[in-house]
């Protein structure tokens, strides 16, 4: 079947951008007819554009405060009427119904209602059910019609029209159908994640089905290794969107990969754990200099000064501005750096880091703090779902366990090295000093392990210094470690069958021991 010139285009937007211009370049330059819809018809029509009310199309009125409009055999039939097949094109003709070539429809904004915190009956009355039919009909139908839904689209239909005498080419409807039947699967998805969302308690994060709205932000270059292709999705309605990594802007730098990502989520994670200005460098998931201070300059330096080796090649997070200063700081320790990721980047920042155009800068708006939400990790052939490790750091919960009380100064650095200690992969054990991290070691088979290489990096840092576990000691041989090394108090959650062992042995060495309840395992 060939091409089928455009000569009716049905118009009903909510996103009213360009459809002004794009309807009168339809009537002016392919004498196309008009049919609209409420506000989108009399915005054309206050343009001095001809244009046909639906319902004289219809030959009934919109009713039900504009609920019934286009669900209709002479709107549908004209979408969906296979143009060579003879006895559709009949029973087209019998009924009075004539084709529609082109729809141009975009849905109401029933996400932007749910995060203007609208109540329920106005969320419910931007259900759009009349658009998504009139886009299926005529996605499905795309060997004849032309479906647009993405204002972006208009000017290369009208140059596609223009070289093709009024018509758009095969390809061209397939690949608006593709784009349709995502944006609809993703409204829909979010229409029922709403729904799940007025159930109470974990039923409305975790729905007996459940649709992700994911939109393809852009590919990569590659994945973890050069052989494996990847791509980077966002989604659709996660809680206080414009300040996720995901929709940060980056100012310059080449594109971000797979690793850098993996990377900058685990930094900004971190980062955020704080109210003080803080900065974090993270090398391979792992944070090799987390530090707060009074402000992010000298948070930055001791940060780096943590762990210079492992700093090098890696990523960077901020909790506030970057300025000129912090931008000279780390180019006097010549350190290179994949990625920054801060909420904003002054003038002169961003004029010194032109000299480095590879590093990625990345701003996200501000300090988005998401609560709890429903995050996922694949597996082969499924999803796993949790709710994020959100949960207030009350000292006054915590207990103390041995007979050694920590000291209020003591108690700030346990703080500090508990939410530390939550970005570093299990079993993890940090220690710190003066609100900086001086040694990590995480990821092992078993927790003794990681104590040896927490303090074998601080070495004498760790005599006066605090630690972490994100874990319970299962035998007291890790804590040892920690005691003979310096290490003067121990924040661990507490809950193994041989906590009795880990007091003892604090008590033993005279080193302050504070259950905290719960863990931070970060598998």
Not at 15 to 25: N, P, Q
Not at 68 to 80: A, N
Not at 156 to 168: A, P, Q, V
Not at 179 to 191: E, L, P, S
């Amino acid at each position: 079947m060939e091409n089928p010139q455009i000569k009716r285009v049905l118009m009903s937007v909510t996103d009213k951008t360009g459809v002004v211009d794009f309807a009168k370049a339809l009537v002016d330059e392919f004498g196309c007819q008009i049919i609209s819809t409420g506000g989108t018809a009399r915005a054309i029509a206050d343009a001095g554009i001809p244009v046909t009310p639906i319902d004289e199309v219809t030959q009934f009125p919109e009713m039900m405060d504009g609920r019934v409009k286009t669900l209709h055999p002479r709107v549908h039939g004209g979408l969906l009427a296979k143009r060579d097949d003879a006895a559709h094109m009949s029973q087209a003709a019998e009924h009075g119904i004539e084709m529609i070539d082109m729809v141009v429809v975009n849905l109401y904004a029933f996400q932007k209602t749910v995060d203007s915190g609208a109540g329920f009956a106005q969320c419910i009355e931007n259900i759009d059910i009349g658009g998504p039919s009139m886009l299926r009909s005529a996605a499905k139908n795309f060997a004849s019609v032309t479906v647009v839904t993405d204002p972006a689209s208009y000017g290369d239909i009208l140059d596609e029209m223009r070289e093709l005498d009024g018509r758009t080419s095969f390809d061209t409807r397939q690949a608006l159908a593709l784009q349709v039947f995502a944006t609809t699967a993703a409204y829909d998805g979010a229409i029922a994640r709403w729904m799940g969302e007025q159930q109470d308690g974990e039923a409305a994060l975790f729905a007996p089905a459940v649709e992700l709205g994911l939109t393809k932000k852009q590919d990569l270059r590659y994945g973890e290794n050069p052989h494996q292709a990847a791509a980077f999705y966002a989604l659709d309605d996660y809680p206080n969107a414009d300040t996720t990594l995901a929709h940060a802007l980056q100012l310059q730098g080449k594109e971000l990969s797979y690793n850098n990502y993996l990377d900058l989520d685990a930094a900004w994670a971190a980062v955020r754990e704080y109210e003080e200005p803080a900065c974090v460098i993270v090398k391979h998931l792992t944070p090799c200099g987390v530090c707060v201070d009074g402000d992010v300059t000298t948070a930055y330096k001791r940060a780096h000064e943590c762990d210079p080796v492992s700093a090098y090649g890696g990523v960077m997070a901020f909790n506030r501005p970057v300025t000129g200063e912090t931008v000279v700081a780390i180019f006097e320790n010549k350190q290179f750096v994949e990625a920054i990721v801060a909420p904003e980047f002054s003038g002169d920042a961003c004029e010194m880091y032109a000299s480095k155009p590879n590093c990625r800068l990345l701003a996200t708006g501000g300090v988005n703090a998401p609560g709890a939400v429903a995050e996922y990790r694949s597996v082969e052939g499924g999803l796993l779902a949790q709710v994020s490790d959100s949960v207030s750091e009350d000292a006054e919960s915590f207990t103390v366990a041995g007979e050694v009380q920590p000291t209020p100064e003591q108690m700030e650095e346990l703080m500090f090295a508990w939410r530390a200690v939550k970005s570093v992969k299990s079993n993890a054990i940090l220690i710190a000093k003066d609100n900086a991290s001086v040694g990590a070691g995480g990821g092992q088979p078993n927790r003794v392990n990681s104590a040896r290489i927490a303090v074998e990096q601080a070495g004498d840092k760790a005599k006066g210094a605090v630690a972490a576990s994100d874990a319970f000691f299962p035998f007291r041989d890790g804590f040892d470690v920690l005691a003979d090394a310096g290490v003067v108090a121990v924040i661990e959650p507490g809950g193994s069958i041989r906590d009795e062992e880990v007091i003892q042995a604090a008590n033993e060495k005279g080193v302050a021991l504070v259950f905290t309840g719960h863990r931070h395992f970060r598998h």
